[in-house]
């Protein structure tokens, strides 16, 4: 089971960015999958989740309005569509798969997922 996160870069205040995680050795649809990010010298902090199944989608305040989750189940991708990126929202992104059943409350969780991509950069800096 492998994750492999891409898309990231360097885009001015207000831009967008769509980050892209490719799953291999499993099916996307099955799984949940969250995006976390990391800022230099913070902790790893959930961005969104997709379930698997009924695909209901879960966001982090600071990131409604802006940031979208989708899965494409034909390419086995998962997508963030980032518009509206401000400063703060420079990081290291991270796409992880959730094996077993959690509830949504627990989306938040990194401790919850499975496996893990390698994560992508985002800067946003004008």
């Known amino acids: 089971v492998q994750l492999q996160a891409s898309g990231g870069g360097l885009v001015l205040p207000g831009g967008s960015l769509t980050l892209s995680c490719a799953a291999s050795?499993?099916?996307?649809?099955?799984?949940?999958i969250g995006w976390f990010r990391q800022a230099p010298g913070n902790e790893r902090v959930w961005v969104s989740s997709l379930s698997d199944g009924n695909g209901n989608t879960y966001y982090a305040d600071f990131v409604k309005g802006r940031f979208t989750i989708s899965r494409d189940n034909a390419k086995n991708l998962i997508y963030l569509q980032m518009n509206g990126l401000a400063l703060e929202d420079t990081a290291v992104y991270y796409c992880a798969a959730m094996v077993g059943y959690s509830p949504p409350d627990m989306f938040g969780e990194s401790y919850e997922y499975d496996y893990w991509g390698q994560g992508t950069q985002v800067t946003v800096s004008s």
């Open positions: 050795g499993f099916t996307t649809g099955y799984y949940a």
